[in-house]
């Protein structure tokens, strides 16, 4: 008798299914709290409203209303967090966490070839799809680089509904040696394949011409990067283009029927690059004190110190001694 009462109790503690509103209610969702009183109305509820019938771990419990069921699912969650930042730490893909490690022999002989280009090539991690896309590569025996470009061509027509109104290109090895007039023009000569089956795309820039087509290296290793960059000359090299550049696996070209940046960038020159570089390398340091505030409060430290060591050694004050040794390491002392 006693246990039908408080099985009674329970149940109407719950109320009324909310599904079908006929019986009483004997359970609740432990996600969104919906009460129900059989299988086929927790199968009804969780279908009408998609849920999965499993408890936010992550949502907000008010402190006055914290069980020890919260208390223990909260302790839970911890654990299962610091496993899997654990397994983290053993994974493979994350055993290089900086740039300075060991690196490939062609890619080490990529980067010092850059350098004595004067050009910062940056390489990422494995595990970056911007490095696993990189198909640059080194003819060491020719001493020639091959670069992967990126070509980005700017103020496409609004009808073409691309992002930013620009259409990208990919060329997996283009000769530094050529230039950038010769790198882009089957994309702009209609005698080349590729312009004809670009020729919607790429009309302004076709009409334009090759001549009047303006390039711009986009930034790296800068303040506000995505938004800024360098413009280049068409007439010369790739490897020219990219003397005193910072890249970063391989170079993002945008080009333009106008003498200006697209839309949203801004040009930069790079002596700004240099000097935005150097302020980040300068050490912050603090206001002081003047030197002749520095001497006063040595000289006002001084002559306390000595009369409080005085008067510790049962000497009179008045009758100073001329210690300069002593001063000369409290001033030293004090400077520390």
């Known amino acids: ?53 499993q408890r936010d771990r992550t949502k907000f419990v008010p402190l006055n209303e914290m069980t020890s069921r919260e208390f223990m699912s909260d302790y839970c969650f911890l654990e299962e967090c610091t496993r899997y930042a654990e397994n983290r730490k053993s994974d493979p893909c994350k055993r290089f966490t900086h740039d300075q490690r060991n690196l490939p022999v062609t890619q080490h002989r990529m980067r010092m070839a850059a350098k004595k280009r004067n050009i910062n090539l940056r390489l990422q991690l494995e595990n970056f799809s911007r490095h696993k896309e990189n198909t640059t590569f080194l003819n060491w025996k020719l001493g020639r680089f091959h670069w992967r470009v990126e070509w980005l061509f700017a103020n496409i027509p609004c009808e073409a509904s691309l992002p930013r109104n620009i259409v990208r290109f990919v060329d997996e090895e283009c000769n530094e040696e050529l ?61 020219e283009n990219l003397v005193g550049r910072t890249i970063v696996e391989f170079p993002t070209i945008l080009v333009t029927y106008e003498p200006k940046p697209p839309g949203g960038y801004e040009a930069i020159d790079s002596s700004e690059e240099f000097e935005e570089e150097q302020e980040e390398d300068l050490p912050v340091t603090k206001p002081g004190p003047s030197s002749n505030a520095v001497a006063e409060d040595l000289d006002d430290s001084h002559d306390v110190y000595y009369k409080l060591a005085a008067a510790f050694a049962g000497e009179d004050v008045s009758e100073t001694e001329d210690d300069e040794e002593f001063e000369e390491i409290y001033k030293q002392r004090v400077v520390l």
């Open 1 to 53: 008798m006693a246990d039908e009462t408080s099985t009674k109790t329970r149940t109407m503690r719950l109320g009324m299914c909310e599904v079908c509103a006929a019986k009483e209610a004997c359970y609740a969702c432990p996600k969104c709290e919906v009460k129900t009183c059989s299988l086929p109305c927790v199968q009804i509820h969780k279908k009408e409203l998609n849920c999965d019938g």
């Open 179 to 239: 230039t950038l007039s010769d790198l882009v023009v089957k994309y702009v000569d209609l005698q080349h394949e590729t312009a004809r089956d670009q020729r919607k795309l790429l009309a302004n820039h076709q009409t334009a011409g090759i001549g009047q087509l303006s390039f711009w290296l986009r930034a790296e290793g800068v303040r506000r990067s995505s938004t800024r960059c360098y413009l280049l000359d068409s007439t010369k090299t790739l490897g």
